[in-house]
């Protein structure tokens, strides 16, 4: 199947400071790249959608300027979490997905995910 | 009401039981279905997709009931190695072609020795 990585796979800093997220597919062009976000026990939650060369479609409730996604191109996408807080603490996993003609829907590839601790 | 809905457990059970999780989910316009399998700490992987017609890969058998928007899993023989969290996932055309998965909050599943 599809691989997508994302690094770094975990990362710890101090409150303020900004922390970027990469997230990119190996072996194939990813038409859309999605953002989710996973507290303990909570399920997944989609953050935003984004499409290569445009702008990203946030989720009711997360702030765009605080959680800055470029996919710039169609094998990369990032994610920056500016002035991390700690409760901006959690499991951050990227999708990437491709169309695939033959299918009713988008199949997503997820990568292994970057667990942010904010001090 | 939650779009989609699980029961979260834990479900714990001998190995070789047979085990069964159910969801529900709320938005009737929902297109596709799956089973997604999370080990803690880890992404989510997709075990298998759900067919109204019923589907089976294996020890694992997927239901789907689009009139009561309630979506099943069994697993027959259970191995230790099934121990995880089970995700139930819908697939919404979110518009302009584009689809969205919505995740329930997952079961999770320990299988004792």
């Known amino acids: 199947g599809a691989v997508v990585s994302q690094h770094p796979s975990w990362v710890i800093c101090k409150s303020g400071t900004s922390v970027k997220i990469e997230c990119r597919s190996l072996?194939?062009?990813?038409?859309?790249m999605f953002w989710y976000r996973q507290f303990p026990k909570q399920s997944l939650m989609l953050m935003a959608t984004?499409?290569?060369?445009?702008?990203?479609?946030?989720e009711q409730g997360v702030e765009k300027d605080k959680f800055l996604i470029n996919h710039a191109s169609l094998t990369l996408s990032t994610l920056t979490v500016t002035s991390a807080h700690p409760e901006d603490s959690s499991f951050y996993i990227c999708?990437?997905?491709?169309?695939?003609?033959?299918?009713?829907?988008?199949?997503?590839?997820f990568g292994p995910g970057t667990r942010l601790t904010v001090l | 009401r939650k779009e989609v809905e699980q029961d979260p457990g834990p479900f714990n059970v001998p190995e070789g039981a047979t085990v069964a999780f159910n969801c529900t989910y709320s938005?009737?316009?929902?297109?596709?279905f799956f089973w997604y399998r999370q080990d803690c700490r880890k992404e989510p992987k997709l075990l298998m997709s759900?067919?109204?017609s019923g589907n089976e890969d294996g020890r694992f058998t997927a239901q789907l009931n689009r009139a009561s928007q309630y979506i099943s899993l069994l697993i027959r023989d259970s191995k230790l190695s099934d121990s995880a969290t089970y995700l139930c996932?819908?697939?919404?055309?979110?518009?302009?072609?584009?689809?969205?998965?919505?995740f329930g909050k997952g079961t999770k599943l320990s299988v004792i020795p």
């Open positions: 996932v819908v697939n919404t055309n979110s518009g302009a072609g584009s689809y969205q998965l919505t």
């Open positions: 072996d194939f062009q990813a038409t859309t």
């Open positions: 999708s990437a997905s491709t169309f695939s003609g033959m299918r009713s829907y988008n199949e997503q590839f």
């Open positions: 759900v067919y109204s």
């Open positions: 938005n009737s316009a929902s297109q596709s």
């Open positions: 984004s499409n290569e060369g445009s702008k990203a479609t946030y």
